[in-house]
C-alpha cells in the first residue's frame, strides 16, 4: 500500500533536493503534517519568494533581491581586491571568517571538460571590465583545491595576465578535494593570510 498521491507527490518534491533520499523525503513529507498553519504558509511562501524575488547581482554575481547585492552597495569594502569564488554560498563562508573585507566575484562553474564545462561556460568576462573601471589592485582566487579548481585558477590567470594586477590565490592550508562548506574558519583565515602570488 503507498501514501495518497499528495503525500507521494511531497515526498518526490523533498527527493529533488541535493542529499535528500527516500528515507529522508519521506520523514520531512510526514512531518509537515504536524506543522502549524502558520508555519506552513511561511514555508511555501518563503520557497515562492527565494524563486521569484532571489536574483543576480550585476556586479559580482553574488545572491540579491535588487539589481546590487549589499557588499557591491557597501561604502565600507575595500573595492581594490577582489575575490574569485565558485558559488555565492562560498561568499557566506568568506563573510563569517571576518578576515576579508574587499568585493567578490561569483564565477559558478569550475572548468571540467569531462563534464562537458569549458572556459567559456565560466562567468569571468564582467571581471576584466571590473578591473579596468575600478583600478582594482589584486585579484584573490578561492576555488576548491582540485583538479577542476587549478585548471580554472590557471586560466583566470592567463585570461587576466595582460591587465598587470596581482593575482594570489589562497595557500594549501586548504586539503586538497576539499569543498569550500566543509573548511573551518580557523584554516580558511589561515590560508587567506597567507595567500601567495600566482605565478
Do not use: W
Not at 523533498?14 to 527516500?22: A, N, R, T
Not at 543576480?56 to 581594490?80: A, G, H, M, P, Y
Not at 564545462?117 to 582594482?136: A, G, Q
Amino acid at each position: 500500500m503507498n501514501y495518497p498521491t499528495t503525500i507521494m507527490n511531497l515526498i518526490e518534491c523533498f527527493k529533488k533536493l541535493p542529499g535528500i533520499g527516500e528515507k529522508t523525503a519521506e520523514r520531512l513529507a510526514l512531518s509537515t503534517l504536524n506543522l502549524d498553519d502558520e508555519i506552513i504558509n511561511l514555508f511555501s511562501q518563503s520557497i515562492l519568494d527565494a524563486k521569484l524575488k532571489i536574483k543576480r547581482c550585476v556586479l559580482c554575481n553574488n545572491f540579491t533581491e535588487n539589481e546590487k547585492c549589499d557588499i557591491c552597495l557597501s561604502k565600507n569594502r575595500d573595492t581594490q581586491i577582489i575575490c574569485i569564488v565558485q558559488e555565492p554560498k562560498n561568499i557566506i563562508m568568506m563573510e563569517k571568517s571576518n578576515v576579508y573585507n574587499g568585493q567578490y566575484h561569483v564565477i559558478d562553474k569550475l572548468i571540467s571538460p569531462l563534464e562537458g564545462v569549458n572556459p567559456s561556460d565560466i562567468n569571468i568576462s564582467t571581471l576584466e571590465s571590473r578591473i579596468k573601471e575600478n583600478n582594482i589592485k589584486e585579484i584573490m582566487i578561492v576555488l576548491k583545491q582540485s583538479i577542476e579548481g587549478e585548471t580554472t585558477t590557471l586560466y583566470i590567470t592567463k585570461m587576466l595576465e595582460k591587465t598587470g594586477v596581482k593575482i594570489t590565490k589562497i595557500a594549501q592550508g586548504v586539503p586538497h578535494g576539499a569543498d569550500m562548506d566543509y573548511i573551518d574558519y580557523l584554516t580558511l583565515e589561515k590560508a587567506i593570510e597567507d595567500r601567495k602570488e600566482v605565478s
